[in-house]
């Protein structure tokens, strides 16, 4: 008990150990952002600012992230509140999960199979007559890249909120209904208080994933507006030395946005949770 | 006469098992109607359907002259208080019960802080459910249901999970709340002594139905049935027809001269009250009873003698 009291920080040595690679990188990507031809300097920043391609790509990546997020986070939440007890049992739960067995390139494969103007669903819709079967897949709007994070991502969801139905008490439902509450304030006041911190952590998640992943908006994007982890690889990959700084210097901001939009979600989190454990004090 | 609540006829059947079996009583307005029984008797399932929780297979239920049975629970002006105080988490205690008076009839300013000023929780308006202990939980529980300003409440057990010495003060200052403001109420529990202590009336259930409904002291006195008689205790039954008050009872060291005598032999020996009880085996009856001995010993083996004057037929008849 005491050695456990006394080097209890040793416990953080495997974690610390293990983000030693992606915080070197994050230090690494910072410097070489402020870096040009060997000299500190903020002219990528400058750069990025001026760029209508890279605020374009801002403005598509913040589009597509939080429209793919939400609509996995409201999907997932209807098919979890409608079918939780079903999903109790094993099988139902497996099939509802299988879509999270496969990487993502692959799904997106899958997707510009099913759903490309050459795919199996526009081939059934010429079968049965139709003549302009509309363009779901490296398409300006990404519909493409949302529908496979959709598809993708709700699996996910459902995994994060089944258990915040299982561990709700019946008893609760009973209760709104017996002091006069409908449908609705069972759901505002006996779900929403325990769904409300893991949907914004399980938004965290999604939203950090699809606005910074690279496979699915590679395979099912355009080239313009392209995804801002598209145009960084390209900026980094790309024919000019003088890109890098531009891909990090992205990326940079990217993380920082996505640490600051983390850091005020769980403050938000454990304040509510704090408060539903232990009160105020 | 129109009853608050008037029960009629009432069956619940799951599957093939009936759980409430012709159930039927009256509550009249402010009166208190304890209902005690064995786990299992269907007790709680009486409760959910009075509340509207769950729907009568058979019957009818009435408020006020009205029918209600088809009534959702979210339409009855019935309240219920659970065994556990189900507080929201999220709400402090004054949002607890303002969320109860949300759905009150008609909405007095003054309401909550009248009610948190009677369940004695005022200085803990602004706490939150796991601030406070389980007693003052089951306070806020019941102001809360008190808000919606039903015509009936019914309390399921609310008292089950609390220490003993709490459950004893909650259950005094809930007869008395109960009693200043005239609230019909139904008072569900398992234990004989809460019911006597909380009901006018109170309900003996047993394998769905009321065994006997009276006033506690006519429970005692005039068991209807040898179910009622051991299980509010107090009685020595001695067949399915006729018993003996135990207080009739004499327990010698020498073969009474009059009337029937059992062998018994002393088992246990407990204290309670200032007296000495001695838990007894009568071998010939395959029977057990307690009964207040000065001077009992572990072993000892004494008479059990009941007068015969003194033996009473069940549903109050002298034999």
Known sequence: ?281 | MSYVLEANDLTKQFHKERILNRVQFQLKKGEVLSIVGPSGSGKTTLLRTLAGLEKPTEGTLSMSGHDITEKKANERSIGLVFQQPLLFPHMTVEENIRYGAKFARSSKKDSVTDLLSAIELSDYRGYYPAEISGGQQQRVALARAIATEPDVILFDEPFSSLDPKLRHDLRIWLREFLAERSITSIFVTHDTEEAMLMGDRVGVFHEGTFQQIDRPEVLYKEPANAFVARFIGGHFVLSEHEYIPLSNCSVTTNAYETGRRYMATIQHITFQHGQTIAHMSMEDLNKTTTLPVAGAEVGQTVWLSFPDEQICAFGGRAV
């Open chain 1, 1 to 281: 008990m005491k050695w456990s009291s006394n080097k209890s920080w040793l416990l953080f040595l495997p974690a610390v150990l293990f983000l030693i690679l992606p915080l070197y990188g994050l230090a690494a990507a910072i410097s070489q952002s402020f870096q040009q031809q060997g000299e500190w300097t903020l002219s990528a920043y400058q750069q990025l600012f001026q760029s209508d391609r890279f605020l374009s790509a801002v403005g598509f990546s913040l589009e597509v992230a939080f429209l793919s997020s939400l609509l996995s986070l409201l999907i997932g939440l209807l098919f979890t509140r409608s079918f939780y007890p079903y999903l109790a049992s094993h099988t139902p739960r497996l099939i509802v999960w299988m879509p999270m067995l496969f990487p993502h390139f692959v799904w997106g494969y899958m997707v510009i199979l099913l759903l490309s103007e050459t795919g199996v669903l526009a081939q059934v819709f010429t079968l049965l007559g139709g003549d302009d079967f509309p363009t779901l897949t490296q398409d300006s709007r990404g519909i493409g890249i949302i529908l496979t994070y959709v598809w993708k991502e709700v699996p996910f969801v459902i995994l994060m909120l089944l258990p915040v139905y299982a561990t709700i008490k019946p008893e609760y439902y009973d209760l709104v209904k017996t002091l006069g509450g409908g449908a609705w304030s069972q759901f505002k006041q006996v779900e929403w208080p325990h769904l409300l911190p893991v949907m914004i952590e399980t938004f965290l998640i999604v939203f950090a994933f699809t606005i910074s992943a690279y496979e699915v908006p590679a395979l099912l994007g355009t080239t313009f507006p392209e995804m801002l982890s598209v145009l960084s690889y390209n900026w980094f990959y790309g024919s000019s030395w003088d890109d890098r700084s531009l891909a990090f210097a992205a990326m940079v901001l990217l993380s920082l946005f996505i640490l600051i939009l983390t850091f005020i979600g769980y403050i938000y989190m454990n304040k509510k949770r704090f408060r539903m454990m232990k009160g105020k004090s």
